[in-house]
C-alpha cells in the first residue's frame, strides 16, 4: 500500500514577529500615510450631512390620562401602532406631499432614504431623522413630516391620534462624516497592508540566513561554511582574511 508523502509548512511565528518589529518604521509610516488619505477623503471628497429630528407621541385612546388601569397589552398596542405609523410615513402618498409641501426637488425614493424612523426605547414616542447635506433642509422636511404625517394617519387609522413632541431645529454639528473614524480606518488599513506585506515576504524568503536557521528550519547539522572573504574586519569568517591582506598590502 502506497503511503502519500504529505508536505508540512512550518511557520516560525517569533521569526515573523521579528521581521514586523524590523520594518516596524515602515509600518508606522504607512499608518501614517493612510491615516492621512482617510482623513483628506473625508474632509475634501465625502459631502458632508446633517440631521434633523423630530418626535411625535402616539396615543392609545384605550388609555385615558390619571388612569391607574395601564396594562401591558395596552402599552404592546400604543408601540405596535409606532410600526403602523412608521410604514405610513414611509407610503408614496406621504412623502409626495412632503415634498410639494417642503419644496424640494427630490423623487420619493431619494426622498425615502433621507428618512430614518424609530420607536424611541421602545416607548409610544418615535422619532423621526431626516438627512441632508443641507442643514436648514433637513429641518424644514422633518417639520413638514411632522405637519403632513398626522393628517394621513388619521385617514388611514380610525380613531388615531399623533401628537408633536418636539419639533426639529437646525442642526448646528453635521452627522457625517466622521474625520476620527476614517482617520482610524485609514490607519487601520494601513498596519494590515503593510504587516501583511512583511508576513509575505517573509514567508516566501527561501534565503538561508545563517547555519541557525539550517538547523532550527530542517533540522540539517552544519558540517562546514565558506567564509565571506569581502567582509570588514571584525564581521565573519573573511575578517582574518581581510586583516591579513591589508597587513602585507602595508608592508
Not at 447635506?133 to 413638514?144: C, G, H
Amino acid at each position: 500500500m502506497e503511503q502519500k508523502n504529505e508536505e508540512y509548512i512550518e511557520i516560525d511565528l517569533l521569526r515573523l514577529l521579528g521581521a514586523v518589529w524590523q520594518h516596524m518604521v515602515v509600518i508606522i509610516l504607512t499608518m501614517l500615510l493612510c491615516g492621512g488619505a482617510g482623513l483628506a477623503l473625508a474632509y475634501y471628497v465625502i459631502p458632508a450631512k446633517y440631521e434633523a429630528s423630530a418626535l411625535l407621541y402616539v396615543n392609545n385612546s384605550s388609555i385615558s390620562v390619571g388612569s391607574t388601569s395601564i396594562s401591558l397589552s395596552d402599552l404592546s398596542a400604543s408601540q405596535t401602532l409606532v410600526d403602523t405609523y412608521i410604514a405610513i410615513l414611509n407610503t408614496r402618498l406621504t412623502l409626495n406631499e412632503v415634498i410639494e409641501q417642503a419644496d424640494v426637488d427630490y423623487e420619493y425614493e431619494e426622498l425615502r432614504k433621507m428618512i430614518e424612523a424609530e420607536a424611541v426605547n421602545g416607548t409610544e414616542i418615535f422619532e423621526i431623522a431626516v438627512t441632508s447635506t443641507d442643514p436648514r433642509e433637513a429641518e424644514r422636511i422633518a417639520n413638514t413630516i411632522v405637519t403632513v404625517l398626522p393628517d394621513k394617519i388619521s385617514q388611514i387609522v380610525d380613531g388615531s391620534s399623533v401628537r408633536t413632541v418636539d419639533f426639529a431645529i437646525v442642526p448646528e454639528k453635521k452627522a457625517s462624516p466622521s474625520f476620527a473614524m476614517f482617520t482610524l480606518v485609514g490607519a487601520l488599513i494601513g498596519a494590515l497592508l503593510s504587516g501583511g506585506i512583511v508576513v509575505v515576504r517573509e514567508l516566501m524568503d527561501e534565503q538561508i540566513h545563517g547555519e541557525d536557521y539550517l538547523s532550527r528550519s530542517y533540522g540539517l547539522p552544519v558540517l562546514a561554511a565558506v567564509p565571506d572573504l569581502l567582509a570588514k574586519p571584525g564581521k565573519g569568517y573573511g575578517s582574518s582574511y581581510y586583516a591579513a591582506a591589508e597587513k602585507k598590502a602595508k608592508g
